[in-house]
Each structure stands twice: as structure tokens, then as C-alpha cells.
């Protein structure tokens, strides 16, 4: 089964940067490569959305929510079995917990993710 482990997340003021990273584990009979990898975030009382996606392979299909194009970028690097979420010019409003999702398919629905990281909370100050 598929792990995946966030770190990078913390406390920042409005128009700075963070990178989250995403590291994958426990493949069997599938690589990394083969995984499409997701971004989504939670706020309190509010429902999971989509953030940002990478198709598999070289990742040169990416995906992102309205509302962080422009200032985030997804990447990933395949021989690391990493996903890395590059956010700058971060606003209040980005304040959430932050998870990376592995799954067949580069989509915006969190139902098509198999797997889920455990989060990491950013948080921005105004």
C-alpha cells in the first residue's frame, strides 16, 4: 500500500513563500511514475478542495484551481518519489491543512485518490 508523508508546512506572513514536499513509500508491483499526484487542502469547517494535480510520468500535464493559478506550481521527480507544491505570494485565505494524493488519474475530484498523506498545516497571517 501507498504512503505518503507531507512536510514543509508552517506559519508565514501574507506574500511569502513555502514548498511543501510529498514523499511516497511502499510501492508493490507499481512504481511512482506510474501515480498521479494531487495537492488538496482543508480549512476548519470547510469541505476538501482541489488544489493543484500532476499527471504520471514526466509530469508534463499539470492542473490548477482558480484560485492559486499564478502562484503555486506542482511539481514532481520521479527518482525521488516526491511531489513538491511550490506556493508563493501566499494570501490568509490559503490557510489550511495541506495533503498530497496518489491515484490513477490527474483530477480535481478527491474520490478519484487512493491514497492520502496525513497533512500539514500552513498557516498565513495578514
Known amino acids: 500500500q501507498v504512503q505518503l508523508v507531507e512536510s514543509g508546512g508552517g506559519l508565514v506572513q501574507a506574500g511569502d513563500s513555502l514548498r511543501l514536499s510529498c514523499v511516497a513509500s511502499?510501492?508493490?508491483?507499481?512504481?511512482?511514475?506510474?501515480?498521479?499526484m494531487g495537492w488538496f487542502r482543508q480549512a476548519p469547517g470547510k469541505e476538501r478542495e482541489f488544489v493543484a494535480s500532476?499527471?504520471?510520468?514526466?509530469?508534463?500535464?499539470?492542473n490548477y484551481a482558480d484560485s492559486v493559478k499564478g502562484r503555486f506550481a506542482i511539481s514532481r521527480d520521479n527518482a525521488k518519489k516526491t511531489t513538491t507544491l511550490q506556493m508563493d505570494s501566499l494570501k490568509p485565505e490559503d490557510t489550511a491543512v495541506y495533503y498530497c494524493?496518489?491515484?490513477?488519474?490527474?483530477?480535481?475530484?478527491?474520490?478519484?485518490?487512493?491514497?492520502w498523506g496525513q497533512g500539514t498545516q500552513v498557516t498565513v497571517s495578514s
Open positions: 494524493a496518489a491515484g490513477d488519474w490527474p483530477d480535481s475530484n478527491p474520490a478519484i485518490y487512493d491514497a
Open positions: 500532476i499527471r504520471w510520468s514526466d509530469g508534463s500535464w499539470t
Open positions: 511502499g510501492f508493490t508491483g507499481r512504481t511512482f511514475s506510474t501515480y498521479a
